[in-house]
């Protein structure tokens, strides 16, 4: 090698390793940055509607108060009859339920698969599990999951319903675009989540896949999943929604086994009052005495204890517990009252009165507005919407319907119902979350469960104004087959007493 070719193999080398080092360094620094994002994200809960105070803000963190379900795994064989053409024969699939049950937390480690479907119920915490799962390697505890502790890991967290919004791009570029827009992450370097996922050091979780309403939209973000996870194929992979709607040709179960989300026993209805409790006062003696008290109001309703066993409804009956001292009985009086925690607060009744923060809307009418709009994002779904097909709500749509309900419901000039319409939106979303900003430019509700009783109650409300029950059993009628109107039909039995509730009205 002559001295002028090593000149120029030693200066290449040299650039090489500076660009090479420049990126590695860059693509760490942003790394810091996504991973607090994260942190700020998932780790500081918002208890919506309950104002605490500034001592016990602080506390309120997903580590404190999480615990970790069960996860069970549902085993398959082939059902092949001989009377079939092998058309009906394709994935056939009979489920076994005696499959292992384990801590989801042991998900990653217990399996050969890298790739899983978890499914659960309305509030069965699919959502605070992926967050959680998120959490923990934003705080590079990953060892909490089973992952090697010493691999650079980056958690990647897609909600499936931001994603239908932007189907024109691939799923990397969503995620790039909601890091920048959403996380006010702006400096992202080129290539820095496909260089975790080129790699095999990401862990996607993809959120929801039940909140894509339309089938046939479904079935196209399922074969983008499978695009995307079959390009990056050394990373792990979780995918959740509810059972209802999801169809079990989605993804082959000998490549993504499939879980089911196990309700609360008792000793995890226990540790989450332990951890609530604990994460409220700093006195253990004041914790205890109100975590045996909440667990006496259990003891004494089966029906409400068995509605407990829920994660999201044991919450909701710890915030109705804290601030009004018992509990309601009846499964719509519950309900009832998680919707009433999550727009205003107990001890804030008086002050959305007497410090006129809204000018003309008062508490009846602000259930009755939410019954409207839970009427209305369940309803536009189901006629072709362009949007994600029943959870979401277009800000500008949002507003002008608003305007409309508020003039008419009050009797107020146009002005008028537009400056409550802004009093209103701030309440909502600044006070109660039963209403949430979803990036920019929508809302939703802040869990479906919510969306779908306030439907049911608006429905009940029509038939009875117009003293119709005809309204109920045609809403039944026209509805009975659609997973997406499967709660909503079911709460409308069981708030009805169809026959009582109209002085039998037929």
């Known amino acids: 090698m002559t001295e002028s070719s090593l000149q120029k193999w030693i200066e290449t080398f040299v650039n090489a390793y500076f660009q090479n080092t420049t990126t590695y360094i860059s693509f760490q620094v942003a790394k810091e940055d996504y991973l607090k994002q994260l942190n700020t994200w998932f780790n500081n809960v918002i208890f919506a509607g309950i104002n605490v105070a500034p001592q016990e803000e602080e506390r309120k963190k997903l580590v404190d108060i999480f615990v970790i379900p069960e996860v069970k795994e549902e085993a398959y064989k082939q059902d092949f009859l001989l009377a079939e053409t092998p058309e009906k024969l394709e994935n056939k699939l009979l489920v076994n339920t005696s499959g292992r049950k384990f801590l989801a937390s042991q998900l990653l480690s ?59 791009k691939t799923i990397p570029e969503h995620i790039r675009l909601f890091a920048e827009t959403n996380m006010a992450l702006q400096d992202l370097p080129t ?17 929801g896949l039940d909140e894509v309403a339309e089938e046939g939209k479904r079935y196209d973000v399922v074969r983008r999943i499978e695009t995307f996870l079959g390009k990056f ?15 079990r040709d989605f993804f082959n179960t000998a490549e993504f086994p499939h879980y089911q989300m ?80 999550l727009l205003v607060s107990w001890d804030e009744i008086k002050e959305l009165s007497s410090h006129q923060r809204l000018k003309h809307l008062d508490m009846e009418d602000l259930k009755r507005l939410m019954e409207l709009l839970a ?7 189901k006629f072709g919407n362009e949007e994600e097909g029943g959870t979401l709500i277009d800000k500008d749509d949002l507003i002008e319907k608003l305007n409309l309900e508020i003039r008419e419901l009050k009797d107020l000039k146009l002005y008028q119902a537009q400056e ?18 979803q990036g920019q430019d929508y809302y939703a509700f802040v869990h479906k469960t919510f969306q779908e009783y306030l439907c049911a109650q608006e ?10 029950l005809g309204i109920i059993l045609n809403c039944i009628r026209e509805n009975l087959h659609d997973a997406h109107w499967r709660e909503v039909l ?3 039995v069981v708030l009805g007493h169809i026959g009582s509730n109209f002085g039998g009205c037929s």
């Open 420 to 437: 409550e319409t802004g009093r209103f939106l701030e309440l909502i979303q600044g006070r109660t979350g039963l209403l949430n900003e």
């Open 459 to 468: 429905i009940q409300y029509r038939a009875k104004n117009e003293y119709d």
């Open 262 to 341: 196990q309700s609360f026993d008792d000793d995890k209805i226990s540790l989450f009052l332990d951890n609530w409790y604990n994460s409220r006062f700093a006195d253990p003696q004041q914790a205890q005495r109100w975590k045996e008290s909440l667990q006496r109001a259990l003891g004494e309703n089966d029906r409400i204890k068995l509605l407990a066993r829920n994660p999201l409804l044991l919450t909701i009956i710890a915030l109705i517990h804290r601030y009004q001292a018992v509990l309601p009985k009846q499964r719509n009086k519950l309900y009832e009252k998680a919707v009433e925690t």
């Open 490 to 492: 079911l709460l409308l």
């Open 233 to 247: 194929d050394k990373n792990p992979a979780i995918i959740t929604s509810r059972p209802v709607g999801y169809r």
């Open 375 to 381: 009427y209305w994002v369940h309803t536009q779904g």
């Open 110 to 168: 217990e399996n050969k698969s890298q790739k899983f479907v978890i499914l659960g119920g309305p509030g069965s915490g699919k959502t605070t599990l992926m967050s959680y799962f998120a959490l923990m390697l934003a705080q590079k505890q990953s060892q909490v999951l089973g992952l090697d502790r010493d691999r650079d890991w980056l958690p990647i967290l897609i909600r499936i319903r931001d994603f239908v919004r932007d189907l024109d």
């Open 191 to 207: 290539g820095f989540f496909e260089h975790w996922l080129e790699d095999g050091r990401a862990l996607i979780l993809l959120d």
